[in-house]
């Protein structure tokens, strides 16, 4: 560890001593994005008993942050170079803490979606350029290892917060889970604003047309796979499929005519990784999904507490964090498309109701 912050005369990126600080606050920033999904999934059925709602209509606290952010990521990912990515980072940050104390302080169902919603914006606005600051901050040399630390802050982010939301929620209500966040977030504001790097930001224009047609489509997504779980009526499901649709074909239409595209679409011409990243996303759907159904699996059908279920949850993503550095090794020794495939089989695996592996609470 030591060896990401020495400094040899021909390094790029920042001293070794300025390092140290622009990290904390990168680390700071994931591990509150992370540590908030997991977190608020086990909280689910204690919010929709605090607030008298539903478990159909409780699932939209998560939901929300994660459409929010996954609908913005290529939006700020464009207006970093515009903004120049310290400010878009240390503007993230401040919405995330910010709405946070809102989540915190809601007291309806409709206050907390809107701060969740606002959360999942800040979320997105750090999340999106995280790596690339990783390159402003670390030289080429110590580039692999820095990203090995980010990977690892992501998986023992996962790791800790169902045991983090557990913990609390055995002592505490549910606006303290939200409420954890202010002070990790004000310290992470100012680190970022003092220790990031500077740069100047790009001069030329933005594609505001490719951004709303973005946010449309994969908004409209996320609400047609949400209404397909949950009864939609079949003519709004159809809407909802068709606009996301549509909006897709004038966003690569637009991507292909605009000067400054959101997208650039070159990156996919090559045909294995256009597939390895729909694979990608397709895997990390069928995790969230998974994390937030055994939430009420485990609590509302079968009686664990919340503490109970976050010691459930802890193996998944403790098991990532073990496993991903090894794995990483191990794709330089073996085929990664058979590796990658291995784990895939696993994770499908994992998730089938096999005879006599349910859990029983006592």
Same mark, same amino acid.
């Given at each position: 560890?030591?060896?990401?912050?020495?400094?040899?005369?021909?390094?790029?990126?920042?001293?070794?001593?300025?390092?140290?600080?622009?990290?904390?606050?990168?680390?700071?920033?994931?591990?509150?994005?992370?540590?908030?999904?997991?977190?608020?999934?086990?909280?689910?059925?204690?919010?929709?008993?605090?607030?008298?709602?539903?478990?159909?209509?409780?699932?939209?606290?998560?939901?929300?942050?994660?459409?929010?952010?996954?609908?913005?990521?290529?939006?700020?990912?464009?207006?970093?170079?515009?903004?120049?990515?310290?400010?878009?980072?240390?503007?993230?940050?401040?919405?995330?803490?910010?709405?946070?104390?809102?989540?915190?302080?809601?007291?309806?169902?409709?206050?907390?979606?809107?701060?969740?919603?606002?959360?999942?914006?800040?979320?997105?606005?750090?999340?999106?350029?995280?790596?690339?600051?990783?390159?402003?901050?670390?030289?080429?040399?110590?580039?692999?290892?820095?990203?090995?630390?980010?990977?690892?802050?992501?998986?023992?982010?996962?790791?800790? #917060?169902?045991?983090?939301? %557990? =913990? &609390? /929620? *055995?002592?505490?209500?549910?606006?303290? +889970? $939200?409420?954890?966040?202010?002070? @990790?977030?004000?310290?992470?504001?100012?680190?970022?604003?003092?220790?990031?790097?500077?740069?100047?930001?790009?001069?030329? #224009?933005?594609?505001?047309? %490719? =951004? &709303? /047609? *973005?946010?449309?489509?994969?908004?409209? +997504? $996320?609400?047609?796979?949400?209404? @397909?779980?949950?009864?939609?009526?079949?003519?709004?499901?159809?809407?909802?499929?068709?606009?996301?649709?549509?909006?897709?074909?004038?966003?690569?239409?637009?991507?292909?005519?605009?000067?400054?595209?959101?997208?650039? +679409?070159?990156?996919?011409?090559?045909?294995?990784?256009?597939?390895?990243?729909?694979?990608?996303?397709?895997?990390?759907?069928?995790?969230?999904?998974?994390?937030?159904?055994?939430?009420?699996?485990?609590?509302?059908?079968?009686?664990?507490?919340?503490?109970?279920?976050?010691?459930?949850?802890?193996?998944?993503?403790?098991?990532?964090?073990?496993?991903?550095?090894?794995?990483?090794?191990?794709?330089?020794?073996?085929?990664?498309?058979?590796?990658?495939?291995?784990?895939?089989?696993?994770?499908?695996?994992?998730?089938?109701?096999?005879?006599?592996?349910?859990?029983?609470?006592?």
């Amino acid at each position: 560890m030591s060896r990401l912050f020495e400094t040899r005369p021909d390094d790029d990126g920042l001293p070794g001593p300025e390092r140290r600080l622009a990290v904390l606050a990168l680390i700071l920033g994931t591990l509150m994005a992370v540590v908030d999904t997991t977190m608020v999934n086990i909280a689910l059925p204690s919010i929709a008993t605090g607030l008298e709602v539903s478990a159909s209509r409780v699932v939209w606290v998560t939901n929300l942050f994660q459409v929010s952010s996954a609908a913005f990521l290529l939006v700020f990912a464009a207006l970093s170079e515009l903004l120049s990515r310290r400010r878009l980072y240390v503007a993230g940050m401040a919405v995330f803490t910010l709405a946070a104390l809102g989540s915190a302080l809601s007291t309806t169902l409709e206050s907390l979606l809107i701060f969740r919603a606002l959360q999942g914006l800040g979320a997105a606005a750090t999340l999106s350029i995280g790596p690339s600051i990783y390159r402003q901050v670390f030289p080429t040399r110590l580039l692999g290892s820095a990203l090995g630390l980010s990977a690892m802050v992501v998986a023992g982010g996962y790791a800790a #917060g169902p045991a983090i939301g %557990g =913990a &609390l /929620l *055995s002592v505490a209500d549910w606006p303290w +889970l $939200f409420a954890l966040h202010l002070p @990790l977030g004000a310290v992470a504001v100012v680190l970022a604003w003092r220790a990031l790097p500077r740069e100047a930001a790009r001069p030329g #224009g933005f594609d505001w047309q %490719g =951004a &709303l /047609l *973005s946010i449309t489509m994969l908004g409209g +997504l $996320f609400v047609a796979m949400d209404g @397909l779980g949950h009864g939609m009526a079949a003519w709004a499901l159809a809407a909802w499929l068709g606009t996301s649709l549509v909006a897709a074909l004038l966003f690569v239409r637009r991507q292909r005519r605009a000067t400054h595209p959101l997208l650039p +679409l070159v990156i996919f011409a090559e045909r294995r990784f256009s597939l390895a990243l729909a694979a990608q996303g397709s895997a990390f759907i069928g995790q969230g999904l998974a994390f937030v159904a055994l939430s009420f699996l485990f609590q509302q059908q079968m009686g664990f507490s919340p503490l109970e279920t976050a010691w459930l949850f802890t193996p998944w993503p403790l098991a990532i964090m073990l496993v991903g550095p090894l794995a990483g090794r191990l794709a330089d020794r073996v085929n990664p498309s058979l590796l990658a495939s291995l784990g895939l089989l696993l994770l499908m695996g994992g998730c089938l109701p096999w005879p006599g592996s349910m859990p029983r609470p006592g």
